[in-house]
């Protein structure tokens, strides 16, 4: 069984940064595009980043492309979302996700078979 467990949120000034790591165990996850997505009470689950098993391409959200980037290291089967310059809006639940390479560089949740619990992330202004 696949489990995906996401570290790194916290509470953060507005402009501060902080990293997520997405740590995948239970089979190996290299050829599979690992995403992130966020839930707030307002907006409901919106997608953020997703990257290839490879590593070589990413997608990004308009609201975070300049400011977030996307990583993994399959070696270690990590996952990682580097945030930078943080605003309030960023305030979410964060979750990972991993979809099977048959869907390309998902952007949309159906196509991601496995989820981690989240980790919540806080931006104070």
């Known amino acids: 069984q696949v489990q995906l467990v996401e570290s790194g949120g916290g509470l953060v000034q507005a402009g501060g940064s902080l990293r997520l790591s997405c740590a995948a165990s239970?089979?190996?996850?290299?050829?599979?595009?690992m995403g992130w997505f966020r839930r707030t009470p307002g907006k409901g689950r919106e997608f953020v980043s997703t990257?290839?098993?490879?590593?070589?391409?990413?997608v990004y959200a308009d609201s975070v492309k300049g400011r977030f980037t996307i990583s993994r290291d399959n070696a270690e089967t990590t996952a990682y979302l580097q945030m930078n310059n943080l605003k309030p809006d960023d305030t979410a639940f964060y979750y990972c996700?991993?979809?099977?390479?048959?869907?390309?560089?998902?952007?949309?949740?159906?196509?991601?078979?496995?989820w981690g619990r989240g980790t919540q992330v806080t931006v104070s202004s």
């Open positions: 996700a991993a979809a099977p390479a048959r869907y390309g560089l998902p952007t949309s949740s159906w196509a991601y078979d496995y």
């Open positions: 239970g089979r190996t996850l290299s050829s599979y595009a």
């Open positions: 990257i290839s098993g490879s590593g070589s391409s990413t």
